[in-house]
Nanobody, 124 residues
């Protein structure tokens, strides 16, 4: 059974940086595309970034392009989200996601596995 555990959330001032980590277990990690989503209070969960199984393809939401970067290390079964130039509107619970299909991770509709989430709070 695939399990995802996020870490790295916290409180940061606007303009600061954070790096979120997601450690996977119970799977052949390179067989899974990975993604990050976020959900702010009172809003629907939204796509942030995705990366293919071998890391050859990535996608980022327009709202984070140029500020956030997704990456992975298959030897460590870990995916990261480097977040720079954080804004108060980036405040949300960030979720790690895994699915065998990169397109599914990008769409976010029927993703196979979700992590429990980690809270990021950006103060102004």
């Amino acid at each position: 059974q695939v399990q995802l555990v996020e870490s790295g959330g916290g409180l940061v001032q606007a303009g600061g940086s954070l790096r979120l980590s997601c450690a996977a277990s119970g799977c052949t990690f390179s067989s899974y595309a990975m993604g990050w989503f976020r959900q702010a209070p009172g809003r629907e969960r939204e796509f942030v970034a995705a990366i293919s199984g071998l890391g050859r393809s990535t996608a980022h939401a327009n709202s984070v392009t140029g500020r956030f970067t997704i990456s992975r290390d298959n030897a460590k079964n870990t995916v990261w989200l480097q977040m720079n130039s954080l804004k108060p509107e980036d405040t949300a619970v960030y979720y790690c996601a895994a699915d065998r299909a990169f397109a599914v991770v990008q769409r976010g509709g029927s993703i196979a596995v979700w992590g429990q989430g980690t809270l990021v709070t950006v103060s102004s």
